[in-house]
């Protein structure tokens, strides 16, 4: 097992360091939960994205730290999983540096829309990030279809994404708008920096208005009245 962690880290250093990252702080909620990791109370005592908190006390960190909490072990496991095995692809193509602001940013957006479209559930969890991922995986695939292998994965992507919203839409405490956002927030962070090196950049003007759209997402957000519906 060590010797498998330390092939991923050489392979992809930050996608291995985010996912024991949230071990670890599953492991803390376990320990200081009694076993428990589900609880709500303990859940938005740790963290969690609770709109009420988030504009009553200005409380804005709740839309980073949901992103390295969980609810349950199938929960984490489940993300971990895909993570493992998604994470090395994305982080090669972007780059290490590129590949964590794609994985922090797509989860906090994420966070964002939950936030503002369904401020008084309790959420957590790495998908929001993990949307964010796919997000800028499936704009990867596009800008480089003439690579068979990576349009492929481009596909498989796509694919992978309708399935996951298909069974979140038909399935009940999973926080959709987190998984949306964060599909958008990958899209608009990838369109803004690129892929790994220079030629995966979009054109400046397309870059702009993506930094734009950035700038009105946290205008509304430090000015929604504890969401918006």
């Given at each position: 097992?060590?010797?498998?962690?330390?092939?991923?880290?050489?392979?992809?250093?930050?996608?291995?360091?985010?996912?024991?990252?949230?071990?670890?702080?599953?492991?803390?909620?376990?320990?200081?939960?009694?076993?428990?990791?589900?609880?709500?109370?303990?859940?938005?005592?740790?963290?969690?994205?609770?709109?009420?908190?988030?504009?009553?006390?200005?409380?804005?960190?709740r839309?980073?730290?949901?992103?390295?909490?969980?609810?349950?072990?199938?929960?984490?496991?489940?993300?971990?999983?895909?993570?493992?095995?998604?994470?090395?692809?994305?982080?090669n193509?972007?780059?290490?540096?590129?590949?964590?602001?794609?994985?922090?940013?797509?989860?906090?957006?994420?966070?964002?829309?939950?936030?503002?479209?369904?401020?008084?559930t309790?959420?957590?969890?790495?998908?929001?990030?993990l949307?964010?991922m796919?997000?800028?995986?499936?704009?990867?695939?596009?800008?480089?279809?003439?690579?068979?292998?990576?349009?492929?994965?481009?596909?498989?992507?796509?694919?992978?994404?309708?399935?996951?919203?298909?069974?979140?839409?038909?399935?009940?405490?999973?926080?959709?708008?987190?998984?949306?956002?964060?599909?958008?927030?990958?899209?608009?962070?990838?369109?803004?920096?690129?892929?790994?090196?220079?030629?995966?950049r979009?054109?400046?003007?397309?870059?702009?208005?993506?930094?734009?759209?950035?700038?009105?997402?946290?205008?509304?957000?430090?000015?929604a009245?504890?969401?918006?519906?």
């Amino acid at each position: 097992m060590v010797e498998t962690l330390k092939q991923q880290f050489k392979k992809a250093p930050v996608t291995t360091s985010i996912l024991l990252l949230t071990i670890a702080a599953f492991i803390a909620e376990f320990l200081i939960g009694g076993g428990r990791t589900d609880n709500g109370s303990l859940l938005v005592a740790l963290g969690a994205k609770w709109g009420p908190y988030i504009k009553t006390h200005d409380q804005y960190w709740r839309l980073l730290t949901p992103i390295f909490l969980h609810a349950g072990f199938m929960h984490i496991l489940t993300n971990m999983l895909t993570l493992w095995f998604l994470g090395p692809i994305a982080e090669n193509a972007f780059g290490s540096r590129k590949f964590l602001g794609l994985y922090l940013f797509g989860g906090i957006v994420g966070n964002i829309m939950s936030y503002l479209f369904a401020p008084l559930t309790v959420s957590v969890g790495a998908s929001s990030a993990l949307f964010g991922m796919f997000g800028g995986l499936i704009l990867y695939g596009i800008q480089f279809k003439q690579d068979p292998q990576i349009r492929s994965q481009g596909t498989m992507m796509i694919l992978f994404v309708i399935l996951n919203l298909v069974s979140g839409f038909s399935s009940t405490g999973i926080d959709m708008w987190g998984h949306i956002g964060g599909l958008i927030g990958g899209m608009i962070f990838t369109v803004m920096f690129g892929f790994y090196g220079r030629s995966g950049r979009y054109p400046l003007p397309v870059r702009l208005t993506m930094v734009v759209l950035t700038a009105l997402i946290i205008i509304l957000t430090l000015n929604a009245s504890g969401g918006l519906l």
